[in-house]
């Protein structure tokens, strides 16, 4: 038996084991965004993303008012989300649901904040335009217009099934 591994056998199984798992991830992310079309009340659709068309994504679901990108560093399983033109019942609503989920339970030395998402009446300041927020690691931003009475939520690198369970609370009193 050859061990060599550059042999022509060894090339051609890495080859096929890369191409499976690629394989898999863009099929892991097609599902994921019919995952979220179904959080979303069936409403949405799957499309191909091309290179310099927003984040690097195996494909995105795209609904009105709400865009996701599942991201191509992970296994068709994490996901950039942007939420626009929320009023502030929603959003709060989205806060209030993810914060509770997502608590913090590393040690003393973690730099998350107790409370990451911004309040609604930091947003309310004339002249702030995006509030960046922190649990673990910078998750987003939300940003509010001047003069707009409503708000856009980008969430940089979540787990589809947090992207989901955001989408049934937003959908939760329409």
């Given at each position: 038996m050859n061990t060599n591994p550059t042999s022509d056998a060894?090339?051609?199984t890495?080859?096929?084991?890369?191409?499976?798992?690629?394989?898999?991830?863009?099929?892991t992310a097609h599902v994921a965004c019919l995952y979220l079309i179904e959080?979303?009340?069936g409403r949405g659709s799957v499309h191909e993303?091309?290179?310099?068309?927003?984040p690097d994504s195996w494909c995105q679901m795209a609904a009105?008012?709400?865009?996701?990108?599942?991201l191509i560093e992970s296994f068709g399983d994490?996901?950039?989300?942007?939420?626009?033109?929320?009023?502030?019942?929603?959003?709060?609503?989205?806060r209030v649901g993810a914060e509770d989920r997502n608590a913090c339970y590393h040690d003393e030395g973690c730099?998350?904040?107790?409370?990451?998402?911004?309040?609604?009446?930091?947003?309310?300041?004339?002249?702030?335009s995006e509030v960046g927020f922190r649990n673990c690691e910078v998750r987003g931003q939300v940003a509010r217009a001047a003069g707009s009475s409503t708000?856009?939520?980008?969430?940089?690198?979540?787990p589809v099934s947090e992207v989901a369970s955001l989408l049934r609370l937003l959908r939760a009193d329409r």
């Open positions: 060894m090339a051609t890495f080859r096929s084991a890369r191409d499976s798992a690629r394989a898999a991830a863009k099929a959080a979303n009340g993303t091309w290179k310099g068309e927003g009105p008012g709400i865009t996701a990108h599942i994490r996901a950039r989300v942007v939420f626009r033109a929320l009023t502030d019942a929603e959003y709060e609503r989205i730099g998350c904040d107790d409370a990451p998402w911004p309040a609604l009446g930091e947003l309310a300041e004339p002249g702030t708000l856009d939520l980008v969430l940089d690198d979540e």
